[in-house]
């Protein structure tokens, strides 16, 4: 297995943008971060998987032992909780290995309500994980690929294509989402001097459990209910560890993947 050791370096001695080097992956337990994080140990990477529980992690954890013959770190965090993401780069740092990646992935949807019936606490719930655990993230990844010699690294923020298009009582959840662009073109523009990259990756119904709603019937912007296609999400991993493998001189800045056939292009 290639290593960031071992990985061909750039020509700066940096191994970022080689064919493998060391990434944490959020919201690790389950659907999109677990596809990820298994498509980035079989390419050789070195992957800690950060989520909020123990047992889910664990379980991606042995897909990748499975897999790619690979142990990776397991570190239990709620992205919300500024002393946890603190804990889990700090961990990462003393590992000795360089932050060469960040898929900054952990979400959440929030309750099905609609605008006028939504709560305070549902909509800080769904902000505190969306953007501000992803804002702590992206500020701990930035400041570890700042300080390491050679400078550098990757952050990769899952959007959606609620960053684009809201679906009809999804005010939460796409706020958030248009708010993670915002948090991408800021860091992909306070990068440059220290060689982060930052791009984003707008995915429309990968089939994870967060999603097996979509395939029973949602509400459309005509009124009506259907079902909608999805796509799998090893799909979406793969795409992943495109942007990843990537030199840092090159990045994809946005980049939209859907099920060919979901009513996004056209919604309302």
Not at 85 to 92: E, I, K, M
């Amino acid at each position: 297995m290639t290593t960031q050791n071992d990985a061909v370096p750039n020509s700066d001695g940096s191994g970022a943008g080689a064919e493998a080097g060391t990434a944490v992956v959020t919201g690790a337990g389950s659907g999109i971060g677990r596809a990820v994080a298994l498509e980035l140990a079989v390419a050789g990477w070195s992957v800690t998987l950060a989520g909020r529980r123990a047992g889910p992690l664990e379980e991606t954890a042995e897909l990748i032992r499975r897999a790619a013959e690979a142990a990776p770190a397991i570190i239990p965090t709620d992205v919300t909780d500024p002393d946890a993401v603190d804990a889990l780069f700090t961990s990462v740092r003393d590992s000795g290995s360089r932050l060469d990646l960040l898929f900054n992935n952990a979400g959440a949807f929030g309750p099905a309500t609609t605008l006028e019936e939504m709560s305070y606490e549902e909509w800080r719930g769904v902000v505190d994980v969306n953007l501000t655990g992803a804002f702590l993230c992206a500020q701990a990844a930035f400041r570890l690929m700042k300080d390491q010699r050679p400078q550098g690294g990757r952050i990769i923020n899952n959007g959606s294509i609620s960053a684009h298009t809201p679906r009809p009582g999804s005010i939460a959840y796409t706020a958030t989402k248009h708010a993670v662009t915002g948090l991408t073109k800021s860091l992909s523009l306070d990068g440059r001097p220290y060689r982060i990259a930052c791009g984003q990756l707008d995915i429309g119904n990968a089939a994870t459990e967060m999603t097996a709603k979509m395939q029973q019937g949602v509400p459309q912007a005509d009124g009506s209910t259907a079902a909608e296609p999805v796509m799998n999400a090893a799909d979406v991993a793969r795409t992943v560890l495109h942007m990843a493998r990537l030199p840092l001189e090159a990045n994809v800045q946005f980049a939209t993947l859907m099920a060919t056939t979901m009513p996004y292009i056209g919604r309302g």
